[in-house]
């Protein structure tokens, strides 16, 4: 080997590391991605064994058992929605993640935080939702809460990566822009149907339903079809 290129060998190799940015290595949102669905499919796992505790009482028909146990269907319904929305948007939202920080990789563990919180809130919610009023309130607190909370460090993970350059510098700024906004309209609307719950909790519910629906509108972000979208 020659003297010069023996000159620029990294200092690792010469046995005198020193920390500097250019010497790490980058590294793609792929392995992020994929914890990241594992975790909301363990979520949405946990909401299905809970159905499958739900049993007859003693001397009880089925039916009756079926129909007294509607809140659980109602809140497992609810949360598979939002879980699934939660995963559709992570889904969309990462394809445009060319490479990841530390920071971002704890944004994205503290999303995943208030994901897997969402079965025990879900439990809550329909143990109380036929229970007082304040047990009610208290219950649909806890639920927002957890929603509330990934929409949050969703906005903050997708506000980073903008800031930090982290995103595919090939996709025209407007959009990212534009799925900023989108991201924002999220916790507003589960603030405002939070607020139902001191109306009905049934109705403040429901409305959690309905904004999962707004949200299966089109945007963008969204996948497109394959022969619009090119990528």
């Known amino acids: 080997m020659t003297e010069g290129a023996e000159s620029n060998q990294p200092d690792l190799e010469r046995g005198r590391y020193r920390y500097w940015k250019g010497q ?20 949405l796992t946990l909401m299905a064994v809970e159905l499958l505790r739900l049993q007859a009482e003693g001397g009880e028909e089925l ?12 809140a497992y319904a609810i949360t598979f929605a939002i879980v699934g929305q939660v ?35 879900a ?13 009610q309130r208290v219950s649909a607190a806890l639920y927002v809460g957890a929603v509330l909370g990934e ?16 995103l595919r510098d090939d996709v025209d700024p407007g959009l990212y822009r534009a799925v900023a ?32 629906g707004l949200y299966l509108v089109p945007g963008p972000g969204d996948v497109r079809r394959a022969s619009t979208c090119g990528r």
């Open 181 to 212: 906004r989108r991201f924002l309209i999220g916790p507003v609307l589960y603030l405002v149907a939070f607020s139902f719950v001191f109306v009905n909790a049934v109705l403040s519910l429901c409305l959690y339903l309905l904004l999962v």
């Open 87 to 121: 995963w559709l948007t992570h889904h969309n939202m990462w394809r445009y993640v060319a490479r990841v920080d530390q920071p971002l990789l704890l944004f994205n563990l503290l999303l995943l935080l208030f994901v897997a919180t969402i079965p025990f809130t």
């Open 63 to 74: 039916g009756t058992s079926l129909l007294r146990e509607w809140p659980a269907y109602l």
């Open 151 to 166: 929409a949050l460090f969703f906005n903050l993970s997708w506000w980073w990566a903008r800031r930090r350059r982290l």
């Open 123 to 135: 439990s809550q919610l329909a143990t109380h939702l036929r229970g007082s009023t304040a047990d």
């Open 24 to 43: 790490e290595l980058e590294r793609g949102g792929g392995r992020a991605e994929a914890f990241s669905d594992a975790v909301i499919a363990i979520v």
